[in-house]
């Protein structure tokens, strides 16, 4: 066979894989989208259900409903990051965060969960780690929880360690390993299987599906930190997930204080004056969902607009003093539509905060929201606290007070 034959072949394999790759891709972008403006009205009523009057019966079973539709967006977002980190596609960031705070906060938000009530979990950090890390602080914390979520969901003992130890260093680089035993309980070693695959663990008769998804990520996400994930039987019965991870941190390692931004307890916000909202967006379930968030405050004059035509009337002759808008209003994408706007409206409305209410969530999408002049981004599906929070933080509630 000729050497052009084969020259054909191979492109041809190479063009069946890239439009292999591009229908997942847009497949996985259409899922998410489809996924999560339902998930926005669930998770946000169910809140605001949570915060009236409720008998036991209608608390627990409201708690429920959240407490699934949590897990749902924790499985759809987890969706999306492995579709990502397959692309290679993210990039890490590289700040400087505390450790030992957030280690503190991971384990104060696992110990006070309903599911570990009846469940020790222990930290230990040894001394000698360096206080500030230099790195992307979300994906590091991202590692850890999936470690506990795999500990939690195996576990049959009554207690969990978590230990963080330094295995080296050099210069401003160090070596850290990061443990998560479970002390009875066997977690399969699927890291080297399928990404996403069932198993089943025979105990007493019952079936337990798990999936592998959230190994497949901390192994990612290990890899882009220059380290590698196992997971080790023990002898005593139990598990222990261990992250070997490279770090980077400051030559003169202090504990720094990180800047927290203050949000408003919305409940508690009663307004002099009602802020003039525009809610643009064309979903009828998302569109319900903020205009029933919004309404239920007392806080908020409302107008919503599905066609980007009568919008940019209305904030010509109008004044208004924000703006939440859906990433596409009839197929005319936000990125496009808050250009028109800075064209078109009069000067008051030029200056008004807007804020992107999206289901384009990846760390590029972000960016390019904020280049555009969106002062903030929503990301659905949202609950009735993110959003309020969201908006007050970027109003100038001088203006209402």
């Not at 200056?351 to 903030?376: C, H, Q």
């Amino acid at each position: 066979m000729s050497q052009s034959f084969f020259r054909e072949t191979l492109e041809l394999k190479n063009q069946i894989l890239k439009e292999q790759e591009e229908f997942k891709n847009r497949f996985i972008g259409n899922f998410s989208h489809e996924l999560r403006n339902p998930l926005t009205l669930v998770s946000s009523f169910s809140s605001m259900l949570l915060k009236t009057e409720l008998n036991l019966d209608q608390e627990m079973l409201v708690e429920a409903i959240k407490d699934q539709s949590d897990k749902l967006r924790d499985i759809l977002n987890d969706i999306i990051d492995l579709s990502i980190l397959k692309n290679s596609s993210l990039s890490l960031d590289s700040n400087p965060f505390s450790l030992r705070k957030l280690l503190k906060n991971v384990h104060l938000n696992y110990s006070t969960t309903s599911n570990t009530k009846d469940l020790t979990i222990n930290l230990k950090v040894d001394e000698n780690v360096p206080k500030t890390i230099i790195g992307d602080k979300r994906r590091f914390e991202q590692i850890i929880t999936n470690f506990l979520d795999n500990a939690l969901r195996h576990n049959k003992g009554d207690s969990i360690e978590i230990n963080i130890k330094e295995n080296q260093r050099r210069a401003n680089k160090v070596s850290l390993r990061i443990e998560v035993i479970n002390n009875n309980g066997i977690i399969p070693d699927i890291l080297n299987d399928q990404d996403i695959e069932t198993y089943t663990n025979l105990d007493n008769g019952d079936i337990e599906k798990t999936t592998g998804l959230s190994f497949s990520i901390a192994r990612e996400l290990a890899q882009l930190m220059d380290g590698e994930i196992l997971i080790k039987p023990l002898e005593s019965g139990g598990t222990q997930q261990v992250a070997n991870l490279k770090l980077v941190f400051p030559i003169h390692d202090k504990e720094i204080v990180e800047e927290t931004e203050e949000t408003a307890e919305n409940s508690k916000i009663n307004l002099t004056e009602k802020v003039r909202t525009i809610i643009a967006e064309d979903n009828s379930v998302t569109q319900m969902t903020a205009l029933k968030i919004l309404v239920g405050t007392g806080n908020f004059d409302t107008r919503v607009f599905t066609d980007p035509k009568n919008l940019l009337e209305a904030v010509d002759k109008d004044d208004y003093d924000l703006i939440l808008m859906s990433s596409s209003i009839s197929q005319v994408d936000a990125l496009e539509l808050i250009s028109l706007i800075k064209e078109f409206a009069n000067d008051h409305n030029k200056k008004i905060p807007m804020i992107a209410v999206s289901t384009k969530t990846s760390a590029s999408d972000l960016v390019e929201y904020r280049k555009a002049g969106f002062k903030d981004v929503v990301k659905k599906p949202y609950t009735d606290d993110e959003l309020l929070n969201t908006i007050y933080k970027r109003l100038n509630l001088k203006k209402f007070k």
